[in-house]
């Protein structure tokens, strides 16, 4: 059977289930519908981050790409990333892991040491999970913890127009490694591109900078793709948004690779995804001391456009000046499209 | 292939691999181990509780019994329970449900709408989720975060000798459920019955109660039997436990079905599992003044035996005064045993 879009779906399901006033008795600041909640602490100078991700064998991930301790890696990258796309700093993780009669105890195994060896590398605490069998697939899924200063979480909602745009590291890495893998006629991929595949990184320090600092009015991790997470903000915060392609960073050796492949790098960066820098916007007056601090802190800062008025929407400005609509699609799962970087 | 022990593996996978003082770093009070993980708050009050439970189709439900309702329902219920099993007061939720194409969207409407029901009954507040396709097989994760007072969280360790056992409720009624769903030449379980399999509900004022007004020293939710919850607390306090079989509460419903199968109640009542009554210690001394305050708010509350000083183990003391050595058994997923009641 047919599924209608992911999205709406979900919406349906959870939208308006629960009232306003006993969210907010629950503490609740922000609710389903952006990176992470966000709740309330008794203290009052701190509030909570919570989300979770889910990757299931065979529709997130293929054994010809990940190895298991990949697999464990990027699930909990993919949760740390939503954390650092609030501007939080991620503490605690609790795991499931449903296993398979098919997965030896080795493999999952491997599966931990991955999980594992991302929480160490961003300090994150794994306190708690449930391991349990299922009866055809591997499914894993993380939730994470974070905290932020109260007030501070970055959401979706707040592009205003005029405002610039930012990326925080260079895009479609993660896409071109998984092409290469997927495709043994065309050239090897680097390792570097392998490795942005398997190993994503969350840019949680670049996240901490942009709350901490104040700089980040709205944000998103590109867990997506570019035209899909831009689309989110635009319609989260009733902007349009243009995008200059001359300033999207381009990195070298996805440059080398498309050209060894014959490809334009230009549709891996917009509707990769899986690279998980962060997309986002700053006041206009903010550009120079924000620019200052990302030097600073030896982290890439790249300002890829502008937010303008008008009705929602995402736009690639050419060389030449030339305006051209972007398709508002990433990875829908319910499409059955291939689930990694699609 | 043959797996060891289910909870062997995941200390071996687990146990050890982050550093106390990483994780004191990280607020951790209890991490790992108990049945929710605990994590200090800033503001000092209050602790944050969190946990997380799975459920997959074909090992932790079936169709022929569990409605697509229920299973939402047990899910969110199991891990209330956890936070219960603490003291705590659950407040938020995020749910991961990974979707197979058999499901249609009604059917997943229907598992929300059981999530939802749950939630509502028990004030907690759902916060986030990730909904995403499986090959194969629905899985349910469910999170659940709780509070408890500072310092008053009741793990499974805090027994010791001399201290009197309750339970918070009768036992063995989901298993009898099941029993009776699962075999279509035994009589028909009555509706109440089935309602404890499908239904069960979490004992969150009892949990309460205890903590609250510090009477609860151990504490343990009956989620994989009493003969398996009772052994954990006996292993983690280092304490042995006897459990007198004329005290134990046997509910009428249950009585009369085990008699129309020519069953004997007991064999539900220590390995059943599911029904999520509470089963822990109190100090001699507050006996008294514990009946009084469960009975005045309400609540079932049965005093059904001691525990002892020697090597950790649990003893059934029957009519006659004999004492029978309980089997540490419950379910065990890796064995492939039944998942439902166990």
Chains 1, 2 share one sequence.
């Not at 992911?6 to 629960?18: C, K, N, P, S, Y």
């Not at 309330?40 to 054994?63: C, I, K, N, Q, Y």
């Not at 492949?261 to 549709?267: E, F, T, V």
């Not at 060389?319 to 398709?327: E, F, M, P, S, W």
Request: glycine letters at 12%.
């Amino acid at each position: 059977m047919a599924h209608p879009d992911e999205f709406a779906l979900i919406r349906a399901w959870t939208e308006g289930r629960q009232r306003a006033d006993f969210l907010s008795s629950r503490g609740v600041v922000t609710g389903i519908g952006d990176d992470t909640a966000v709740v309330a602490s008794p203290g009052g100078e701190t509030e909570w981050l919570l989300t979770v991700d889910a990757m299931a064998e065979g529709v997130h991930f293929r054994p010809e790409t990940m190895g298991d301790a990949d697999v464990g890696y990027k699930a909990m990258a993919s949760c740390i990333s939503d954390i650092a796309a609030m501007g939080g700093r991620p503490l605690h993780a609790l795991v499931t892991v449903c296993v398979p009669p098919s997965w030896t105890p080795a493999r999952t195994q491997a599966l931990y040491d991955g999980l594992y060896a991302c929480a160490d590398r961003h300090g994150v605490a794994i306190i708690g999970g449930d391991t349990t069998a299922s009866r055809a697939d591997l499914v894993i899924s993380v939730t994470v913890t974070g905290q932020v200063r109260a007030g501070r979480a970055i959401l979706r909602s707040g592009a205003s127009p005029g405002q610039k745009v930012f990326l925080t590291g260079p895009i479609g890495l993660a896409a071109a490694g998984l092409y290469g893998l997927l495709h043994p006629e065309a050239p090897r991929p680097p390792d570097s591109l392998v490795r942005a595949h398997r190993r994503p990184e969350p840019h949680v320090r670049a996240g901490l900078l942009l709350s901490e600092q104040g700089f980040g009015r709205a944000l998103n991790d590109i867990s997506d793709g570019l035209a899909c997470e831009a689309w989110e903000i635009a319609e989260a915060s009733g902007v349009g948004m243009v995008l200059r392609e001359e300033d999207l960073p381009v990195a070298g050796e996805l440059a080398a690779y498309a050209r060894r492949c014959g490809r334009s790098p230009l549709d891996w960066m917009l509707y990769g995804g899986e690279d998980y820098a962060l997309v986002g916007t700053i006041d206009a007056a903010d550009e120079d001391e924000a620019k200052r601090a990302f030097r600073e802190a030896g982290l890439p800062f790249f300002l890829v456009g502008e937010t303008v008025s008008g009705p929602p929407g995402v736009w690639l400005e050419t060389a030449t000046g030339k305006r051209v609509a972007v398709a508002k699609r990433g990875y829908d799962h319910f499409r059955g499209e291939d689930g990694e970087g699609g």
